[in-house]
């Protein structure tokens, strides 16, 4: 399994311009995320998504859009970006299990490697 | 959910135990205490998490207080690929989606 991957890695953008940055799993998880994390802080949840064709939004989602056609893809764009979206980008999975008659469970979190992305 | 506490940073010497401090003095009784680690900016790994038993696993372990009010993950002999930012997150098991990362502790391994 290759886990949790990221593309691109590294992507350096000008003020204005858009990009989608590409998290696939093959866990078959159905939970999928992603944060950002700026120098010297801790990961801060943008979107997330409960399974195919639903998205929720996080604590930071202003400037962000997301989508999730298939399960095992989550994308998260920038329309226009801005020097404040300069990060890193983490994307995280976990699976979900509802024991019969029970309240929803979400495993430990799977993380991708992180795409640096640079706005200037 | 409740808010942990961790020390910015600490130093361990190659070999010895790192025990690293949390403290969740608002922990309610479903919530658990997870601890995850992140290597030189990579993704965050998952350690180990527990309820109100020690808990023990291949990487590490977590010992929590009776009063479940703070804990301490023990890296039993550390090394120099230990050196990691560490963070402590309480969250219940069900029902919830989120983690909530704080800045945790930088621990340095000293050869």
């Known amino acids: 399994n290759a886990g949790v991957t990221q593309t691109p890695k590294f992507r350096v953008l000008k003020t204005g311009q858009s990009m989608t940055l590409l998290c696939a799993q093959d866990?078959?998880?159905?939970?999928m995320y992603w944060y950002r994390q700026d120098p010297g802080m801790g990961l801060r949840l943008i979107h997330y998504s409960v399974g195919e064709g639903t998205t929720a939004k996080g604590e930071v989602p202003d400037g962000y859009n997301v989508s999730r056609l298939k399960k095992q893809n989550f994308l998260l764009g920038l329309e226009s970006a801005a020097p404040s979206q300069t990060s890193v980008y983490f994307c995280a999975s976990t699976l979900l299990t509802r024991p019969s008659g029970g309240v929803f469970s979400t495993d430990t979190q799977y993380f991708g490697p992180g795409t640096r992305l640079t706005v200037l | 959910d409740a808010k942990t506490t961790q020390p910015p940073s600490m130093d361990c010497a190659e070999g010895r135990a790192a025990n690293l401090p949390c403290n969740h003095s608002t922990i309610s009784g479903n919530e658990y205490v997870y601890w995850y680690r992140q290597i030189h900016s990579q993704g965050p790994q998952y350690i180990i998490h527990?309820?109100?038993n020690n808990e023990t696993n291949e990487m590490a372990s977590l010992i929590i207080t009776e009063d479940r009010k703070s804990s301490t993950l023990i890296l039993p002999h550390a090394t120099l690929r230990d050196t990691a930012v560490y963070y402590c997150?309480?969250?219940?098991?069900?029902?919830?989606?989120?983690?909530?990362f704080g800045t945790g502790t930088r621990l340095k391994v000293l050869a």
């Open positions: 527990g309820l109100k």
């Open positions: 997150i309480v969250r219940p098991l069900r029902g919830t989606y989120k983690y909530i």
């Open positions: 866990m078959n998880h159905e939970y």
